[in-house]
């Protein structure tokens, strides 16, 4: 259970690490002015346009790779084992230096991959289970149906009507 919860939260930094690069706005943008309701002009828009943008290379900029640490690191790890035994999972390597000094710098740059090693076998009977269902269910709905429209035109008699003597 521990190995599946790490599985699981190592994903989560995986995504969220992804999703860091979307501006950060800071308290100043959210903040509604004393004029809120009324219309900002033209040049009020294009300012704050450019402070989007700053504040997109500002966001970017650190997750660029800086060519100058890429030329200090000498390869890169090996693959790590896949994040699951079956199905689909992720793999990582990280970049290396054999300098002390930028050993640091180089192992903040990692790539990841997806990975499948195969199949796993509880999937196949879920999917064969979830077929038999659907078909059950297929069954059932085509007899309801046949059920309402035979009871919409007449061929099944009411309780409810008197019967004449």
């Known amino acids: 259970m521990f190995i599946t919860i790490s599985r699981y ?12 690069i979307f501006p950060q706005y800071n308290d100043t943008f959210l903040e509604p002015g004393p004029h809120q309701n009324k219309i900002i ?16 290379n500002r966001a970017l900029n650190g997750r660029v790779l800086n060519e100058n640490v890429l ?6 790890t090996e693959w790590s084992q896949c994040s699951k ?15 002390p000094i930028y050993s640091l710098l180089c192992s903040k740059y990692t790539e990841t991959s997806v990975c499948f090693i195969q199949e796993c076998p509880d999937h196949s009977e879920m999917r064969n289970r979830d077929e038999r269902e659907k078909r059950k ?11 309402n429209e ?6 099944f008699k ?3 009507k008197k019967i004449k003597k």
């Open 9 to 20: 939260l190592f994903l989560l930094f995986l995504i969220k690490s992804c999703l860091n």
């Open 137 to 147: 269910n297929k069954k059932k709905k085509m007899l309801k149906n046949y059920i």
């Open 158 to 160: 009411s309780k409810n």
């Open 150 to 155: 035979s009871y919409s035109f007449g061929k």
């Open 41 to 56: 002009n033209n040049q009020a828009l294009n300012n704050q346009a450019l402070n989007n943008q700053a504040l997109n």
């Open 71 to 76: 030329n200090n690191c000498d390869g890169w």
């Open 85 to 99: 035994t079956c199905d689909i999972g992720i793999k990582m390597r990280v970049r290396i230096s054999s300098n």
